[in-house]
């Protein structure tokens, strides 16, 4: 048994929490989500390798690519490499080895980097492609990819989350507004069917797992939810309040692609005693009170680009220490502000915790970031809860335009994994 099987044994064992918003006492523990465990180690990223800000998906024996890349601010050449955990539906680790999940062979080091240039702050960017000829998946589900240094899995860098589907059933599905009280002005209610045909479902209520998230976001993530008609070769999900999410609004942004002229959302630029940039964005303002309306944003993601140079930015974007403020009358009690966002990670933790100004009446944040055009929002974590609640500060509409994805997980009889059996992307503003 991996010593990563044995961590998840001894949590399962004395009910310690196995996600958390913030650090374990050992953080140099595998976890199964998006996680930095060192501070040299910036902008991780994992999409598929057509565009940088599309998801962590690849369909099963597909000839797509996902591209995992990040930054060492240590900027210097070090001996990385990756390996692979092949997950169940909740993101534990699942009972399969490696070789019951994986053909060929089970990590690969990390070849490709480029130091940076032009920039004041050094670093070294890393890449790698996979799957690789000589490194495939033979199963879908979740998985997570970790870096890890000089060949020594214990000398965890980082883990990213990715999944890989099979197309064996249908869903379909689509956005209306919730029903009931100011409900209807608010949220969003997700309605759909699974459609089976020749693909045998064994007892949808224990066997079957869907999971429903909003823009990416894992702490809002909706589960357990269970069918309200069942159909010889159809399910229907319909009437389950538990697949209405709160519309929230459309994203904050700002964009630092160029570092020698003020966009539209910045109040000042300059370097400090260390000769690095900073970064000092327009007071934010609650817009709980506010009306809807609507622009295009990339609901929380963030693209890398510097229009100051003329090579690649993924070598020649800059670093720069981005000042955030929120104006807010009284510091809250019983929890605590964040930005949220992509460039989080979609996690609330101590990096992007925000801490009240009782001079200035608000509250502020600093996070390191590379140069790039960025969405984000303001949530509020109220004390021993796990999902953010962005309607203090963003309001919540139900016109607000939303990415969903329908995860379909399906565990056959005989079997201890779960497969990932379909997957349904669709948009709050587009009927697809």
């Known amino acids: ?46 999409h598929e ?22 930054d060492d601010l240590d900027a210097d050449k070090k001996n990385y490499s990756i390996s692979f955990v092949h997950c169940n539906a909740n993101w534990e680790p699942s009972d399969l080895m490696s070789s019951e999940y994986m053909v060929g062979f089970y990590e690969a080091n990390i070849l490709n980097f480029a130091y940076s240039t032009v920039t004041l702050q050094k670093y070294t960017h890393y890449s790698i492609l996979f799957p690789q000829a000589n490194m495939q998946f033979s199963k879908s589900g979740n998985y997570i990819v970790y870096v890890y240094l000089d060949n020594n899995k214990d000398k965890l860098i980082l883990t990213k989350r990715f999944m890989i589907f099979e197309d064996k059933i249908t869903v379909m599905a689509n956005i209306r507004q919730a029903i009931g009280n100011d409900e209807q002005y608010e949220k969003q209610h997700i309605e759909f069917s699974i459609l089976n045909g020749a693909y045998e479902l064994t007892n949808p209520f224990t066997d079957l797992k869907v999971i429903i998230t909003q823009n990416n976001r894992w702490d809002n993530a909706i589960n357990n939810i269970k069918p309200t008609f069942v159909e010889p070769r159809q399910l229907t999900y319909s009437l389950d309040d538990k697949s209405t999410f709160t519309g929230g ?10 570092l020698r002229t003020y966009t539209e959302r910045v109040e000042s630029i300059y370097k400090d005693s260390s000769y690095k940039y900073n970064l000092v964005l327009k007071r934010d303002e609650p817009r709980s009170y506010k009306g809807y309306s609507f622009y295009n944003d990339l609901n929380g993601g963030y693209l890398i680009k510097n229009q100051d140079a003329l090579g690649s930015p993924d070598s020649e974007a800059d670093y720069v220490m981005v000042h955030f ?16 966002g992509k460039l989080t ?9 925000m801490t009240y100004n009782y001079k200035r009446f608000g509250y502020e944040c600093d996070i390191l970031m590379k140069q790039g055009y960025y969405n984000y929002t303001f949530v509020f974590l109220k004390d021993k809860q796990k999902a953010g609640d962005e309607t203090l500060t963003e309001g919540s509409h139900w016109e607000t335009e939303n990415d969903y994805a329908i995860y379909v997980y399906h565990r056959q009889r005989g079997t201890y994994y779960d497969q990932l059996v379909a997957i349904r992307r669709l948009n709050s503003m587009r009927k697809n």
């Not at 599309?54 to 990040?70: Q, R, T």
């Not at 403020?325 to 949220?340: C, H, I, P, R, T």
């Open 1 to 46: 048994m991996t010593h990563f099987k044995l961590f998840f044994l001894y949590l399962t064992i004395y009910g310690l929490p196995i996600f958390c918003q913030d650090d374990y006492v050992n953080d140099d523990q595998l976890r199964y989500e998006d996680w930095v465990y060192k501070s040299n180690i910036k902008t991780a990223l994992l």
């Open 49 to 70: 390798s057509s565009w940088d800000n599309a998801a962590a998906i690849l369909p099963l024996n597909g000839a797509e690519k996902l591209e995992l890349s990040f």
């Open 249 to 258: 609004n459309e994203f904050r942004y700002f964009d630092t692609r160029s």
């Open 325 to 340: 403020f929120l104006a807010y009358d009284n510091a809250q009690s019983e929890g605590n502000f964040y930005v949220l």
């Open 345 to 353: 990670d979609w996690r609330l933790g101590k990096s992007n915790r």
